[in-house]
């Protein structure tokens, strides 16, 4: 069973610094979303992807964070200069076209 | 903009009681889920309901959704050790925003022998 699958699961690093995270969806879903979850509260989108275009980001997605399809498989997601406000859950989901979205483990930040 | 609130935020409750959680959202939708997160964990997948009086069941749970009052519950009839959970509902439209689903707070549910 090859569900939607996050690397690395933890990340810890110091405020300033850069990091990226993978996510590969189930195979043959061409949605991809990301989320941010904070202690207590419920996911918040990112942005998501059909296929290999980027077709919405959220006010919440700064310009430090970018985040690519390049083939319409995998994506990353990279936030630069780290703060601690960044500091929480990503998760990240799959869909075959509009229906239900698979969530992967997610990646968990914390910034010192 | 959209938003979905739920209530209660957190639910004690014993062993073999029937509950209900409820969800409620600001703007028309067309589709509503159910999801189920464990401390830690990722989020599964419980119900995705598409259209007016939709109800589904599975076990101890069922959902159900009156798009006319933008309400969902999800009914936990007997409940068990096992449920104990954060229940989180998400709304979802296609047309305008490709489905990205806007989420409750969760309620928090604690079930005692």
């Known amino acids: 069973d090859t569900g939607v699958s996050q690397d690395p699961r933890h990340k810890i690093t110091k405020r300033g610094q850069n990091v990226t995270f993978r996510c590969d969806p189930i195979?043959?879903?061409?949605?991809l979303y990301w989320y941010r979850q904070t202690l207590g509260q419920g996911p918040e989108f990112l942005t998501y992807?059909?296929?290999?275009?980027?077709?919405?980001k959220s006010r919440l997605l700064s310009d430090r964070f970018s985040a690519e399809r390049p083939k319409g498989s995998f994506s990353t997601l990279e936030i630069q200069r780290t703060e601690q406000g960044d500091s929480a859950m990503y998760l990240c989901?799959?869909?075959?076209?509009?229906?239900?979205?698979?969530f992967g483990p997610g990646t968990r930040l914390l910034v010192l | 903009e959209l938003k979905v609130e739920q209530n209660p935020l957190f639910l004690s409750m014993q062993e073999g009681k029937n509950y209900t959680i409820y969800c409620n959202y600001s703007?028309?939708?067309?589709?509503l889920y159910w999801y189920r997160q464990d401390p830690g964990k990722s989020l599964e997948s419980l119900f995705v309901?598409?259209?007016?009086?939709a109800v589904k069941q599975e076990g101890r749970l069922m959902a159900s959704l009156d798009t006319k009052a933008r309400l969902s519950t999800l009914h936990i009839t007997a409940a068990v050790h096992d449920l104990s959970a954060t229940y989180f509902c998400?709304?979802?439209?296609?047309?305008?925003?490709?489905?990205?689903?806007?989420f409750g707070e969760g309620t928090q549910l604690t079930v005692n022998p």
């Open positions: 989901a799959s869909s075959p076209g509009g229906r239900a979205q698979y």
């Open positions: 195979s043959e879903h061409n949605r």
């Open positions: 992807f059909q296929n290999e275009a980027q077709l919405e």
């Open positions: 703007t028309t939708s067309d589709r």
């Open positions: 309901l598409l259209s007016n009086g």
């Open positions: 998400a709304v979802g439209k296609e047309e305008t925003s490709g489905s990205r689903l806007t």
